[in-house]
């Protein structure tokens, strides 16, 4: 009994000195671990990190002792000094306990609890966490630990409900997840590899490229493992399980640096039912850029777009891909040029191989869908030359409603740009919003467009294919929100034709081009034809007030105001101006400026032109009440212009005139 009463008192004896322990060792240390941070944030950081309030305590995160900071923040490096590279509402560090005796302090553990990471880059590469102090040398942090500062060997690290930003422009790529819970181990293996396994999970993540939404509000779950060579930095992801919504991945790669570049590589593959997902892509970066890239993708938009956990939308159909490249990207200067322009010098060979049938896409905000899309598409290069790229696809059909598309083209190279088409619609555009969100604009009318074509194009060479063209659009109107009252009344009716096979052939007819806006109509017909020696016919005629159509399709950090008329019919030949004779030519007619008025961001004052009337003959145009104001200095100009019809229509000719320039005050 005394033996039981004994034992019971030493262990009540040992529990409370070791509770006395837990209480007093933070107070104890608590002046150190405070003059830690400060020698620290003094010596080490660039930037700005505050907090308000520091806690040393066993039981936070028991048994190890941390330190705690509450209310954390860390600045961002220039040039992004406004935001915040960490905050957090709390910020842990566990401390190795001997190392409080026996020195430097270790910090072993990190928590950050409620926090915000954002990492960010300008255009030229330009981070927001250089935060670190670069102009310390090694005396100095070699003295710095001898006096009592911190050693960091973390060994785990955890996020809890954090949320983290990546936004890079160069790429351009941005990433946002929300509700990070990751908790990471290191350990050192053997010799210098590092392993680092971590599990993470992430209540919603968004991808973005190139300010399209790829991936929205889409929860991740990783099972991460990586082994990294403390000598060469050398990279390998090991075994890697990742889960976005219900569709899991597997992936495993390699990153090693090289004495003028790097190696890359990362192999994915996802099977979902009976339907699979894999890629590889291998890069070797030295002084040009090798790759090889393969990908194998036999899936069912439905049930993909199911286990994504798109709600936005609905897809069907059967999608399958295939590509193999593998190669060198170079460019440099053409040696076959003098001009010292950058080209592309090689490309990787490459195949790429895409088919989707019994495509359906449909908004679920929307009432209707695109249904019955079908495509076959091929694209290829070869010799390690862009010029030979083959593209063709073919079977291209879609619709919605009683409208349609359908058609195919097949381009065999890019010299002389051999290629046959075919393209037809027609669409009703007033259903268009059906289908497609059109949140600023209101389309109406009935648009035909028929192109066959089959030939070569090169101007050079006086090469252009044979050619169909035919575009019809009847009683349209174009509305916005920036305007309560429409373009209507468009009616369109062009035609691009070529019988031979030469540019020379090529005729471009426009009759007419009209419409009506605020309650003024305009009108324009052209006939062109046999390039290199134009034949023209063009008659223009109405108003336009640019104040009012300019907010009808407005644009931001510019503004326009003021009235256009014309009255014009410009007929003749390009040779007959280059040869003189001018009295072969029926130009004329005049166009008007009134009170035209520019508001730029470029210009600190609007430029404001009265008026200004432009009178055309023949080969030359005279312009007289031309009267201009910018701020507080007049322009008057009255004068002519010669060689009009040469200097529009064909290169190296010069515009020939004179005028006189007049200005009360010119500031």
């Known amino acids: 009994m005394k033996k039981a009463a004994k034992i019971t008192g030493i262990t009540l ?44 305590s066993f039981f936070r995160h028991f048994p190890h002792l941390t330190v705690t900071l509450t209310d954390f923040s860390l600045i961002s490096s220039a040039p992004f000094q406004q935001d915040t590279l960490i905050g ?49 040398d090694s005396a100095k942090v070699t003295d710095t630990v001898s006096s009592g500062s911190a050693a960091i060997k973390i060994g785990n690290i955890d996020f809890i409900q954090t949320d983290f930003t990546y936004s890079d422009p160069s790429i351009p790529l941005k990433m946002v ?11 050192l293996v053997s010799g210098d590899i590092l392993r680092l396994t971590s599990s993470v999970k992430i209540d919603s993540f968004d991808l973005y490229f190139d300010n399209t939404p790829w991936l929205q509000s889409k929860p991740v779950k990783a099972e991460l493992t990586t082994s990294i060579n403390m000598n060469t930095l050398e990279m390998k992801f090991e075994k890697n399980n990742l889960f976005i919504k219900e569709i899991p991945f597997e992936f495993r790669g390699e990153l090693t640096f090289r004495q003028n570049g790097y190696s890359f590589f990362i192999a994915l593959f996802s099977m979902f039912g009976e339907e699979y997902l894999s890629g590889s892509l291998w890069l070797v970066s030295t002084n040009t850029l090798w790759l090889s890239a393969k990908a194998d993708i036999k899936i069912t938009l439905e049930n993909w777009t199911k286990g994504f956990g798109v709600r936005e939308m609905d897809l069907k159909g059967l999608f399958s ?82 409208n349609q598309i359908e058609g195919f083209i097949r381009l065999y190279s890019l010299t002389n740009l ?24 209101d389309l109406k009318g009935i648009l035909d467009f028929d192109l066959d074509v089959n030939g070569n194009y090169n101007p050079d060479r006086n090469l252009f294919p044979v050619t169909s063209l035919n575009l019809n ?27 031979t096979g030469d540019l020379s052939g090529t005729r471009v007819s426009i009759n007419p081009l009209s419409f009506s806006f605020e309650g003024n109509p305009f009108t324009l017909s052209a006939d062109l034809s046999t390039p ?15 104040a009012r159509i300019y907010r009808l399709f407005s644009q931001e950090g510019m503004d326009l105001a003021g009235f256009i008329s014309t009255d014009l019919h410009l007929k003749g030949t390009q040779r007959d101006a280059m040869e003189g004779r001018l009295d072969k030519l029926r130009n004329n007619g005049t166009l008007v400026l009134r009170n035209i008025s520019l508001s730029s961001e470029y210009l600190p004052k609007p430029l404001i032109l009265q008026s200004g009337v432009f009178r055309f003959r023949n ?19 009255n004068g002519y212009l010669n060689n009009v019809v040469n200097y529009v229509l064909a290169d190296n000719q010069l515009l020939k005139g004179r005028f006189t320039f007049r200005s009360n005050y010119l500031l």
């Open 532 to 546: 290199g020696n134009v034949r023209y016919n063009i008659v223009s005629n109405g108003s336009v007030d640019l």
């Open 418 to 441: 051999p290629i046959e088409a075919h393209l037809f619609t027609r669409l009703n555009l007033a259903e268009l919003k059906k289908v497609v969100p059109l949140d600023s604009l």
């Open 473 to 499: 659009l009847i009683d349209g109107s174009v509305q916005t929100k920036y305007y309560p009252h429409p373009v209507e009344q468009i009616n369109v009716v062009a035609a691009v034709t070529n019988e």
């Open 13 to 56: 004896a040992a529990a409370l000195i070791i509770l006395i322990l837990l209480i007093l060792t933070p107070f104890l240390f608590r002046e150190k671990f405070a003059g830690i941070i400060k020698q620290t944030v003094n010596e080490a950081l660039t930037t700005d990190m505050n907090f308000s309030e520091m806690d040393v």
């Open 88 to 136: 957090a509402r709390e910020v842990s560090f566990g401390v190795n306990l001997l190392s409080l005796v026996s020195g430097p302090v270790e910090i072993t553990r990190m928590y950050i609890y409620q926090g915000k990471v954002l990492i960010q880059y300008t255009e030229s590469g330009k981070s927001s966490f250089e935060v670190y102090s670069v102009s310390t």
């Open 321 to 402: 891909m295939k590509l193999n490249a593998r190669g060198e990207y170079a460019t440099g200067q053409d040696p076959k040029s003098k001009t010292p322009d950058t080209v592309v010098l090689r490309i990787p060979d490459f195949t790429l191989t895409s088919k989707l049938t019994n495509g359906y896409f449909r908004y679920k905000q929307l009432p209707d869908a695109i249904t019955g899309i079908t495509f076959d598409l091929g694209v290829a290069a070869s010799n390690h030359n862009y010029r030979t790229t083959t593209l063709k696809l073919e079977n291209l059909k879609a619709e919605f409603l009683h």
């Open 177 to 187: 997840a929300h509700g990070i819970n990751y908790r990471g181990k290191s350990d």
């Open 619 to 637: 080969d030359s145009i005279r312009f007289d009440q031309f009267d201009a104001r910018y701020g507080e200095s007049d322009i008057t100009m």
